[in-house]
């Protein structure tokens, strides 16, 4: 499961929206919220993310144990 908070609030902290990453990941930004919120990306969009949100910790993020 996902830290969708962390998760978002690194695209606040890099200064994208919901919007920008929906396009960078070519989704729509309703297709992005479904899997923010079911904590569900496949493995080529969690690399993007990775590299356009500059993640040092992925797993941090990618494979949190609690979620908030």
Do not use: C, W
């Not at 902290?13 to 920008?20: H, I, V």
Request: no cysteine; glycine share 4%.
């Amino acid at each position: 499961m996902i830290d969708r908070n962390a998760l978002k609030a690194e695209f606040v902290r890099n200064g994208y929206t919901q919007k920008d990453i929906a396009k960078i990941l070519n989704i729509s930004e309703k297709t992005l919220i479904s899997r923010l919120n079911r904590g569900v990306f496949g493995t080529d969009e969690a690399q993007i993310l990775v590299e356009t949100l500059h993640i040092k910790n992925p797993a941090a993020i990618f494979f949190a144990k609690r979620v908030t």
